[in-house]
């Protein structure tokens, strides 16, 4: 034993006399750890980004609606008002906060709505001005006025499209007409017929996400006045959408939501069964990314045996040494294999000190793919340019597991060789 | 750079040559998989695109000036006179790189059954010309496609099936503003039923024969509002959009407009495809500059000696040092030589047979009827792959500089006694 | 009630606020089309680039409750449209089908005319809705009219900035009304002429509307014939005798 550390310390020893080598070969083997970090962040960020930028389009990672809404799409299928306030009282609970990033309840109809030049049909969001933001990504694309704020109940904003068709700007008329929603269960009188409800509201904001029929059909309003609009009682929606802080804990969050929702006539969805075609675009992301990885793998590892290899190479003369002056190819493998962990536990410190840093840095602020966009950008990018790195626990402990596996595993086969190395050959190598 | 020193700085490379291949392999390789990842992202980007325009859209359209984005029911192409519907299909398939065209005309009305009614897209398209260009036709899931035997069929989408409360034979009338103004309506029948995994498109779309959307519309037989495109490279569509605006214009005012600019959710996604795969060039030209400045700094280390020799009998520095980066070209050279011929098999490989990604992708994924499962087919990428190889040459240039420098910087006297 | 469109009113409260006599005599004016229940026969001529197209209907309306029956031309005879407060029914004869629209998706511009679903669906409450003061009073093309400005109120459900109506002096019947957006800028005009008496009163039989950018293209609408407060059995309006 007392041998085996005395190797070990020589191996320590070892290193350090050709400093510059050392660094720099500890540099190389970290900084495949570090890009291996580093890109797994950005994929699975990008992954998330797409994920996100395609829920916050529509009804989020996860959305709770009326049983049956989403196969009929009937505006008549309402959220109950007890419903609305079980949902937000559970999403108030500590750990649900933890996990979710927004909440936004909307009233969803469809209208027409008329300038002094022209009516187009539109399709209404009732929502509220704080909570929307934190859900769906139409209030940042805001490109004139401001967007809807509780001190400005008559605010509508509509995409670019809209008001262009409308020959509207910021601040002009509006009048949206609607049919009063007909609630199953609810008495209707026939005959009298339910006024058509007009109401005057003012264009507060103009929003261009790119997509033309977004821009060319929806309009947001406060969600009060949507109510009053369509004769819905307060706290009465269609739907509640959430955006959570991470994507995968979306089918725990609905099940929760669930579990706490039995018996009530409402149906929870994630947002793979909310956008059916979203899931399969990712599926390809998915695999997309997967071979990613594993490339990125394969690089760092030619790397990885690349520098070793080179390492070991230039020692031969110094093992041939070591073996003629009386060193046993045992001992000499079992030196070998100590200067190993020791230099991989160097690489790995500063492959992780470097990968986290940049890694951080990516993750708030983000990397400007425009950088790396040719000259001809989309004239309405879609999708946000600004890609933020997402490295969880897992993916760090599995690249340092996988990068500590690879060197040790590379490091073994010139340790054998070293140690066989026969002395009159080693010692040639002037 | 003179026939000697190459000669010289190829022979260097070789007298250690296992400490050569051991670095040529390793830049070979990742070449290799640069170009296997290269082809292969240029096949998931040409899927994506075949997915995003082969059901409905079509890859170039072609409309009237002012017609897009409103789609008024009165801007035909050609005007209220309209045009020669079959000249205009030929101009256009006259050009090569067009694959096939098809005329349509667009509506959108009021389609009621029983006492349920719904607002639908009306699109007329040619039964038998339509295929060429689209696949909708593929995605019946019940029923027939259109046809001539039943000229007042239509074909609607399962959703709206199901929302209206009808089913393949149900009568259905629609009801639109013509374009005179009048109150354009019919009676048609469902001929089929189809599933295209769009909601929008399965509860809002009616297909059915141009002739008998014209007569809805009260549009003359010369009068259409688009021409749908398929193209045999889908990568060049905007520069076949731009050919065949200007071959258009001569007879009548055109606007072409390629898939890009149709749906550009699609074109920033693929742009964004196209992003990480130079980032993964990037990944690996860092790990290159790493790999190569090792060697190379081995390489003149082990030659403090020669190279000092070589000063002393009077070599410039300047000349070492371009003996030294040339040796770093030669080697990138030899190793993309090298990853080159072995990435051949490879991506012929990955185009013929693709590649299988089992459990990968979760399941069969069938996009808009074009199963891409688990089989993905590469697709060519020469100016990638020349990108690549540019790029990991100036690494190579770049990583030998500081050897280089320090190989310059040797002192003759010192180095002719360096053991 | 069609007609009605700019011009029909509910008799409701009036503000002090405004000037009182503009006030009444709008009123006035409003109400030349109203009644419980009318008959009318009518012919609307609708120009533009594409053409012209005439169409002649019957008009049947009572309360909320409004039946038009197409006479004329041949092909669109027979068409009859029902609303009852806010459905809409279609009768369409060459299908031979009622077809129910929801009014937020029909039809922009009704039948191809300058007239727009609003004016169908929607009363026009000009008293209820608007201000009213008095912009003019004098000759205008050798007759004495007086000019009125209708300035929405705050809470108003309509896309205009503006409305001046204009009426002559001597009958107090209605010559001409701007439609005006937020800026000031004219959008559509409609013009009242051929005034004659039919059931009882003074009205301009001949109404054209034109939108103040397209040249050339202008909506006619002529009365045949009209009366007042006839009995209309509540029968006509009903679905299944749509046909």
Redesign the interface.
């Known amino acids: 034993m007392r041998s085996a550390l005395l190797l070990v310390k020589i191996g320590w020893r070892n290193l350090w006399r050709n400093p510059r080598g050392t660094l720099?070969?500890a540099?190389?083997l970290g900084?495949?750890l570090a890009?291996l970090l580093i890109?797994l962040g950005?994929?699975d960020g990008?992954h998330e980004q797409?994920i996100a930028d395609g829920v916050r389009l529509g009804p989020g990672h996860v959305v709770i609606q009326a049983k049956g809404y989403q196969?009929?799409?009937s505006d008549e299928l309402l959220l109950p008002a007890q419903v609305v306030s079980r949902i937000e009282g559970f999403l108030q609970t500590a750990e649900m906060k933890k996990l979710v990033r927004g909440v936004s309840p909307r009233l969803l109809a469809?209208?027409?709505l008329?300038?002094?030049?022209?009516?187009?049909?539109v399709r209404i969001m009732g929502v509220i001005p704080q909570d929307e933001p934190a859900v769906s990504f139409i209030p940042q694309r805001i490109v004139e006025g401001t967007y809807l704020s509780d001190d400005r109940p008559s605010g509508v904003v509509i995409g670019a499209?809209l008001a262009r068709?409308l020959e509207v700007k910021i601040?002009?008329?509006?009048?949206l007409?609607?049919?009063a929603l007909r609630q199953p269960g609810v008495e209707t009188k026939k005959?009298?017929?339910?006024?058509?409800q007009?109401?005057?509201l003012r264009v507060s904001g103009i929003f261009r996400t790119?997509?033309?029929?977004v821009d060319?059909n929806i309009i947001q309003l406060p969600l009060p006045a949507a109510q009053t609009l369509l004769g819905v009682p307060d706290g009465q929606v269609t739907q509640v959408a959430l955006l959570l802080q991470q994507e995968g804990d979306s089918p725990m969050v609905a099940r929760a939501l669930l579990k706490q929702l039995t018996g009530e006539p409402v149906e929870v969805l994630t947002w793979r069964e909310s956008i059916?075609?979203l899931a399969?675009?990712l599926?390809?992301d998915?695999?997309?990314n997967?071979?990613?990885n594993g490339?990125?793998l394969?690089?760092?590892g030619?790397?990885i045996?690349?520098?070793i290899?080179?390492r070991v190479?230039?020692r031969r003369y110094e093992f041939g040494v070591s073996k003629a002056l009386g060193l046993r190819p045992g001992q000499l493998a079992v030196m070998v294999i100590g200067e190993s962990l020791a230099l991989t536990a160097i690489s790995l410190a500063l492959g992780l000190a470097l990968g986290l840093s940049v890694e951080h840095y990516f993750a708030t602020s983000g990397l400007d793919?425009r950088w790396?966009?040719k000259a001809d950008?989309?004239?309405?990018?879609?999708?946000d340019p600004i890609l933020y790195s997402r490295l969880s626990s897992n993916r760090i402990i599995w690249s340092v597991s996988i990068v500590f596996a690879m060197t040790t595993v590379i490091s073994f086969y010139p340790a054998l060789k070293a140690a066989r190395t026969e002395l009159p050959d080693a010692l040639k190598g002037? | 750079m003179s026939g000697r020193l190459l000669q010289l700085a190829w022979r260097n490379l070789w007298r250690n040559p296992r400490r050569t291949f051991i670095t040529m392999a390793a830049i070979a390789f990742g070449y290799t998989m640069l170009l296997f990842v290269a082809c292969l992202m240029a096949g998931l980007r040409w899927q994506m695109i075949q997915n995003g325009t082969c059901l409905i859209m079509s890859q170039i359209q072609v409309h009237a000036p002012g017609y897009y984005p409103s789609r008024s029911i009165k801007k035909t192409l050609g005007g209220r006179q309209g045009t020669d519907v079959s000249a205009m299909l030929a101009a256009v398939t006259s050009d090569r790189r067009v694959y096939a065209a098809a005329p349509r005309v667009y509506g959108y009305g009021l389609l009621s059954a029983a006492h349920r009614s719904a607002g639908v897209e009306l699109m007329g398209v040619v039964p038998d010309q339509e295929p060429k260009i689209t696949i909708l036709n593929g995605q019946i899931a019940k029923g027939s496609y259109l046809n001539a035997r039943m000229p007042k069929g239509v074909v609607i989408g399962d959703k709206l099936a199901s929302t209206i409360g009808i089913d393949v034979g149900s009568e259905i009338v629609l009801l639109t503003q013509a374009a005179d103004g009048s109150m354009g309506n019919d009676v048609y029948t469902v001929a089929g039923i189809f599933h295209s995994g769009l909601d929008a498109v399965d509860r809002g779309l009616v297909l059915m024969a141009l002739s008998s959307l014209q007569d809805l519309l009260h549009l003359a037989p010369a009068r259409i509002h688009e021409v749908g495109i398929k193209l045999n490279d889908i990568t060049a569509a905007t520069t076949v959009a731009a050919g065949l605006q200007v071959q258009l214009d001569k007879t009548l005012p055109v606007q072409a407009m390629a898939w890009p600019e149709l749906a550009p959710e699609l074109a920033s996604y693929v742009q964004f495809n196209h992003a990480i795969t130079f980032v993964l060039f990037f990944i690996f030209f860092l790990l290159a500059v790493l790999g190569i400045m090792n060697t190379m700094l081995m390489a003149v280390f082990e030659r403090t000696r020669e190279l000092g020799m070589l000063m002393a009998l009077g070599m410039r520095p300047v000349q070492v040092i371009v003996l030294i980066l040339t040796e770093a070209a030669g080697l990138a050279v030899a190793s993309l030589v090298v990853g080159g011929a072995l990435g051949v098999p490879v991506l012929w490989y990955l185009q013929e047979h693709g590649l299988d990604l089992g459990g990968a992708t979760g399941g069969v994924i069938s996009l808009a009827g074009v199963v891409v499962g688990h089989l993905w087919y590469g697709r060519q990428d020469f100016p990638a792959y020349g990108e690549a190889a540019v790029g990991l040459a100036a690494t190579a240039l770049v990583s030998a500089l500081y050897p280089a420098w320090r190989a310059a910087h040797f002192q003759p006297t010192e180095a002719i006694r360096k053991v | 009630m069609l007609l009605g469109l700019a011009l029909s009113s509910v008799a409701l409260m009036s503000h002090a606020a405004d000037d009182q006599g503009a006030r009444e005599t709008v009123e006035r004016v409003a109400r030349l089309f109203s009644s419980k229940s009318s008959i009318a026969t009518v012919k609307m001529q609708i120009s533009n680039e594409d053409g012209q197209r005439d169409i002649s209907m019957k008009i049947w309306s009572l309360g909320e409750k409004v039946l038009v029956r197409i006479t004329s031309p041949q092909d669109e005879a027979g068409t009859a449209i029902l609303k009852v407060g806010s459905d809409i029914w279609y009768y369409l004869p060459k299908s031979n089908r009622t077809v129910n629209v929801p009014a937020s998706m029909a039809m922009t511009s009704w039948m191809g005319s300058d007239f727009t679903i609003d004016d169908l669906v929607k009363e026009t409450f000009l008293t209820r809705d608007y201000s009213i003061s008095t912009f003019f009073v004098g000759k205008r093309g050798g007759v004495a009219v007086e000019e009125y400005t209708l300035t929405p109120k705050p809470e108003a459900a309509v896309v205009w900035g503006k409305i001046i109506l204009q009426i002559r002096k001597a009958d107090a019947v209605p010559t001409w009304q701007g439609f005006y957006d937020e800026d000031g800028q004219l959008v559509r005009e409609l013009t009242f002429s051929e005034y004659k008496r039919m059931g009882g009163r003074l009205i301009p039989t001949r109404l054209v509307m034109r939108a103040a950018d397209k040249a050339g293209a202008q909506t006619t609408i002529e009365y045949e014939d009209i009366a007042f407060d006839v009995p209309i059995s509540p029968g006509t309006f009903s679905l299944p005798d749509l046909k």
Not at chain 1, 114 to 121: H, P, V
Not at chain 1, 191 to 196: R, V, W
């Open positions: 720099l070969t540099l190389a900084l495949g890009l890109s950005l994929l990008g797409t196969d009929s799409g469809t209208g027409l008329s300038s002094s030049a022209n009516s187009a049909g499209e068709e601040g002009s008329r509006v009048v007409m609607t049919q005959g009298a017929g339910e006024e058509m007009s109401t005057l790119g997509l033309q029929a060319a059916p075609m399969q675009i599926g390809l998915h695999a997309f997967y071979i990613m490339v990125i394969a690089m760092v030619l790397g045996l690349n520098t290899l080179m190479l230039e793919l790396i966009f950008l989309p004239s309405a990018l879609v999708l002037l």
